[in-house]
């Protein structure tokens, strides 16, 4: 484990764990404030995102900047990683390999951003970190401790720009996230 962010990113810049390694351009390890009180997670990079080497980019990451503006989220005062940091195959879902031999990197991430809240994008990033038994559609919106950490599951928001019904409730679910976010500890 590292306690410095730019150790950590650079101890895993030539990682070939698995075989997401074969066809990266980037790794996307992470951006934004590394004493935030609120960490996002999503899935993994797309074409958009492995080309940049910055998480949420694309399509998907612009609409969530819409939404971050909507309710007073600046997206540096944040800090925004993936469950894999190495762009899957055609933005199939990572592999139970790939999630494992990534699983580390995000757990020392966390480690040293120590969020009070940490925001779930996705079925992906909710399954792998709390647990296959959850189901994002019944869990959404619902806030989740354990061990100190308070877990914000919501919608991917790639599936907004499938189904824009969802985008009341992501924005909604922002909401309950920066009132806690900007509460006291
Ligand atoms: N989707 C994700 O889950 N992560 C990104 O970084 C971009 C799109």
């Given at each position: 484990m590292y306690e410095n962010m730019e150790?950590?990113?650079?101890?895993i810049k030539n990682c070939?764990?698995?075989?997401l390694c074969k066809n990266r351009t980037n790794i996307v390890f992470g951006v934004g404030?590394?004493?935030?009180?609120i960490m996002f997670i999503g899935e993994g990079p797309g074409a958009?995102?492995?080309?940049?080497g910055i998480p949420f980019v694309g399509k998907a990451g612009q609409l969530m900047n819409k939404a971050f503006d909507a309710v007073g989220i600046e997206r540096d005062e944040v800090y925004i990683a993936n469950i894999v940091k190495c762009r899957p195959p055609n933005n199939r879902d990572?592999?139970?390999d790939e999630v494992n031999g990534c699983m580390d990197y995000l757990r020392n991430q966390v480690m040293i951003v120590k969020p009070k809240i940490i925001v779930l994008l996705g079925r992906i990033a909710l399954q792998n970190i709390l647990g296959k038994e959850y189901k994002i559609s019944s869990v959404r919106g619902k806030w989740i401790e354990k061990k100190g950490i308070y877990y914000m599951p919501t919608w991917h928001p790639a599936?907004?720009?499938r189904d824009e019904t969802k985008k009341i409730?992501?924005?909604?679910?922002?909401?309950?996230v920066v009132q806690k976010g900007t509460g006291p500890n």
């Open positions: 150790e950590l990113q650079e101890a070939n764990k698995c075989k404030n590394i004493n935030s009180k958009d995102e492995d080309a940049q990572p592999e139970e599936a907004l720009l409730d992501f924005i909604n679910d922002l909401k309950e």
